[in-house]
């Protein structure tokens, strides 16, 4: 069976959950139609950018990036949490609605998200076998159509500007659970399709993720944030 194309709508699927996360805090910041396509714009000359950088970068600059790759996830995990607690508590306390300031953690392209889109850009070119800028275009596209649909449905659920900081605070919670799995992800990429044993040694932290996850929610309850 060719897994080729099962691979491929894979990554492409990702996309579209990347661009969802852009659209939620579009969506629920209440901006403008002309403020959410430049957004999406702005995702379609990055994406089309990488995928003409395909084959320029070295693998070592390249692979010293993606050696950061978990620092940056944690740094924009605990800033989401962070944005999210203050904007649902602002609102809910004193009636501030500060989405306006807020939703750029959530929609503005984040070191992350570049380095996913990249990842997604050189493993669709590996496996189509088509020139970057091609592969750039296509998830340029993906990213700039799917945000222009989706912001604007987000929007019209007419929810209140606590929806956006539980939204920061979900999306917090699962790049944090995402980190356990990034290092896995990363290793089947150099070997495809081998299982792989994890010592039980390497299981010790995700039980320390685990009750970070519970304290977090713990102090989000005593704040009075509810998701």
């Known amino acids: ?28 910041a209440s901006l403008s139609r002309k403020e959410t396509i430049s957004i999406a714009s702005l995702y379609l000359l990055l994406s089309l950018f990488m995928g003409l950088a395909l084959g320029l970068i070295p693998e070592t600059a390249t692979a010293s990036a993606m050696d950061m790759g978990v620092a ?10 962070a944005g999210g607690v203050a904007t649902a508590r602002a609102w809910k306390r004193n009636g501030r609605d500060l989405s306006r300031k807020t939703f750029w953690i959530l929609s503005v392209p984040c070191p992350a998200c570049l380095a996913a889109t990249f990842l997604s850009c050189t493993a669709l070119a ?11 275009a296509i998830v340029g596209l993906i990213f700039f159509a799917s945000i222009a649909a989706l912001s604007p449905a987000i929007g019209k659920m007419g929810k209140a500007p606590s929806a956006l900081g539980n939204a920061m605070i979900f999306v917090g919670l699962f790049y944090i659970l995402s980190i356990l799995l990034m290092p896995a992800y990363l290793n089947t990429q150099a070997t495809p399709f081998v299982p792989i044993s994890i010592p039980a040694s390497d299981l010790l932290p995700s039980y320390f993720f685990i009750l970070g996850l519970v304290a977090i929610g713990f102090v989000g309850g005593r704040m009075g944030v509810r998701l």
């Open 72 to 81: 940056m996830h944690m740094a924009i995990a605990l800033l989401l949490v």
């Open 1 to 28: 069976m060719d897994f080729t194309w099962i691979a491929a709508s894979g990554i492409l699927i990702g996309i579209i959950v990347f661009a969802l996360k852009v659209s939620l805090g579009c969506g629920l």
């Open 126 to 136: 590996g496996l189509l076998e088509i020139p970057g800028w091609k592969v750039g």
